[in-house]
Structure formats: structure tokens, C-alpha cells
């Protein structure tokens, strides 16, 4: 198939389960590489992106289960939702400098990428971006930018240890957690991050450290833990106190408080009042 070098975008669907495609050449000046374009097109081997593309839309390349690499140009700023989920094949994955996004299952399922770095230029890693990835090691530029990690991000992955870039100030439950191992080692450079709790019952994870503090220590932060929530060690951002149920003359109630970063609440009795007004 030849696209005219006129072309500044390809549709939604265009190409969508066109299994006889094997390769193709985007042209320059095209911008966006929409939905389910190349979706399902099974034995897309090879794929030439432009330094004109910005955005690789959802699903664009889901389930291309031939596709073995992939380099992302400069001008790609964000890999949307889907883009490359079950891409089965694919072994080596370039993140181009300038990328600032990737969206939630953007790479889930792609069972073949073992390595991976993230471009200091990227800001947010979504839900679920790396789920189930055979990743033997993730790694982040000096100077990262990143400041969230999604829920389940790195799940099911395979390298035992990760060290988070001091940008990060919020990550997502269970985002990261071994299939085939019992231990898991983070280092985290930012102290007062904001890791949400998981209240699941996964026990894919029965060890794990963070800054040599132990998952007993740690409470249900993490995947397979199932104790109360016990580590102080990272500290929320508690908002102003609301009373959520008044207190009686003979009936306590109760107040609560926020954390702006992760959503964690801390509830307090307010003493019954003890007077009545006969």
C-alpha cells in the first residue's frame, strides 16, 4: 500500500483487520495515527513512523500479533489508551525523547517486551500501561519528569527490583508485583509519595521491600498484603476535618479528613456531648 505524501492523517478503522499487510511506510506530514487503525492487522511486521506524528490513538496497533519493533519519532507525544495491547511479538520498544504520555494498557499483554526505558520527558504512565509485560528491567532518565505511576502499571511483570524517580508523588495500588516470585524490592526517592491502598486478596507478592522496610511493616499498600495499614513513612496530605456524623448528648460521632494526593481517609470520634436539654 502506498499512502500519498499529501496525507496529514489516517483515519479511524482505515486499515483495521487487514491481515495481508505486512509492512507500511507513513508518510511525512502525517499527525495523528488514529483509532483502530492498524488494529488486528496480524502480520504487520514492520512499521515506519514519521517525526510529524504526535499522537498514536487507541487501539491504533492492538492485537498486531506480528509486529516485532516499534521506534516511537521525537514528535510523538502521546501513546493513547490500547495503542499496542496484545502485541504479542513485539520485542524491542523505542520511547522517544519529547514523549510525555502514555495512557492506560498502551503496552498490556505485550508478552515479548522484556526492557524498557522511560524518556525523562514522560509525565504520567497510566493504568495498567504494563500489565502482564515479560519486563526483566525498567528503567528511568536522569532527570525524570514522571510524577504518577497508574494502578496495576507494572503488575505482573518480571524484574524483582525498581527505583522510583524522585518526581513521582503519587502511585497507583498494586502497581507493581511478580507472577513466578515471592519478593519485590523498591527504592524510592521521594519520601512523601503517595502510594494508594489495595484492599486485594492477590498473593502474587508475599515479600515486599521499600527502603528496607518490609511488607508487614507496610501494611495492605501492596499486592498479597493483607494487614492494616500501619507505615508512616510516607506522608499524607491531610485536608481540613469534616464531621460526617453529629455527636448526641449520649452518642458519639465522628469526623473525618482527606488526603489530597491518594484519596486515603482518617476518621476520628467526636465525644458524645453529654448535655441534655430537657
Known sequence: IIVPKTTTSIGNNAFFNCC??????????????????????????DITIPGTVETIGEYAFSNCTGLESVSLSQGIKTIESYAFKGCTALKNVELSSGLEKINNYAFCHCSSIT??????????????????????????????QLTSIGKQAFLYCMFASITIPSSVTHIGAKAFGRLFSSTFDVTLLNNTACWELSNSNDESAEHINVNNYTATQLGNMFVGNKHEYEWN???????????TDEPTCISTGTKRSECSKCGYHQTLNIPATGVHDY
Open 115 to 144: 526492557r524498557v526505558v522511560i524518556p525523562d520527558s514522560v509525565t504520567s504512565i497510566g493504568d495498567y500501561a504494563f500489565l502482564s509485560c515479560n519486563l526483566n528491567d525498567v528503567c528511568f532518565d536522569e532527570n525524570s
Open 20 to 45: 495481508g499487510i505486512t509492512e507500511f511506510n507513513i508518510p511525512e506530514g502525517v499527525s495523528k495515527i488514529s483509532n483502530y487503525t492498524f488494529g488486528n492487522c496480524s502480520n504487520l511486521r
Open 233 to 243: 513513612a510516607r506522608e499524607h496530605a491531610y485536608g481540613e476535618w469534616y464531621v
